[in-house]
């Protein structure tokens, strides 16, 4: 059990490091200068495309069914 102990006390001892070093004058002014990041409003259209065959294929390829003389399967219709 008091490894656990020391394990959080490095784990504290850590992060409080980590706030000092971000706090420190060149740290700020390092930042302050990091441009700022936007997010594109829109998707590629490839990325897209990619989106919704992935949406297809969890949704199991729900695509209407042709209808006609033939089935999908490949199978006459039976004569009754």
Do not use: Y
């Given at each position: 059990?008091?490894?656990?102990?020391?394990?959080?006390?490095?784990?504290?001892?850590a992060?409080?490091?980590?706030?000092?070093?971000?706090?420190?004058v060149?740290?700020?002014?390092?930042?302050?200068?990091?441009?700022?990041?936007?997010?594109?409003?829109?998707?590629?259209?490839?990325?897209?495309?990619?989106?919704?065959?992935?949406?297809?294929?969890?949704?199991?390829?729900?695509?209407?069914?042709?209808?006609?003389?033939?089935?999908?399967?490949?199978?006459?219709?039976?004569?009754?």
């Open positions: 059990m008091p490894r656990s102990n020391n394990k959080s006390a490095d784990v504290s001892q992060a409080r490091q980590i706030r000092q070093q971000i706090h420190t060149e740290n700020l002014r390092f930042l302050r200068h990091l441009p700022g990041f936007e997010l594109d409003r829109e998707l590629p259209t490839l990325l897209l495309q990619l989106l919704g065959k992935l949406h297809r294929a969890e949704d199991g390829d729900k695509e209407p069914k042709r209808r006609g003389k033939h089935s999908a399967a490949g199978r006459k219709p039976s004569k009754r």
